[in-house]
């Protein structure tokens, strides 16, 4: 079983810079792919950012390409998602998932099949 444990939301201004954590127990990202996806009030959860099980492949969603980044820590066990130049729209709760690496490619980043969640971490960009 894989746990995941969210954190760095918060309250930030439009352009400011926010950085969010995946820590995960149970198995390291080293064998998981690992991504974010937001929801916002009154809208479906999206997929924004992934990481291949490698480590060598990531993907972003078309909004957030140039502003986010997603990478992994050293020790394999935490997925971080750095946010540059926010926007009053990337305000959502923000969501790490991961799911077992290894039944893809070693570069494939799925948008779909996670099969586990963190709690979730708020984010609010104001205007």
């Known amino acids: 079983q894989v746990q995941l444990v969210e954190s760095g939301g918060g309250l930030v201004q439009a352009g400011d810079s926010l950085r969010l954590s995946c820590a995960a127990s149970?198995?390291?990202?080293?064998?998981?792919?690992g991504s974010w996806f937001r929801q916002a009030p009154g809208k479906e959860r999206e997929f924004v950012a992934g990481?291949?099980?490698?480590?060598?492949?990531?993907d972003y969603e078309d909004s957030v390409k140039g502003r986010f980044t997603i990478s992994r820590g050293n020790a394999k066990n935490t997925v971080y998602l750095q946010m540059n130049s926010l926007k009053p729209e990337d305000t959502a709760v923000y969501y790490c998932?991961?799911?077992?690496?290894?039944?893809?490619?070693?570069?494939?980043?799925?948008?779909?099949?996670?099969?586990?969640w963190g709690q979730g971490t708020q984010v609010t960009v104001s205007s």
């Open positions: 149970g198995r390291t990202f080293s064998r998981l792919v």
């Open positions: 990481i291949s099980w490698s480590g060598d492949s990531t």
């Open positions: 998932a991961a799911q077992w690496g290894p039944q893809y490619s070693a570069d494939v980043v799925p948008r779909t099949g996670y099969d586990y």
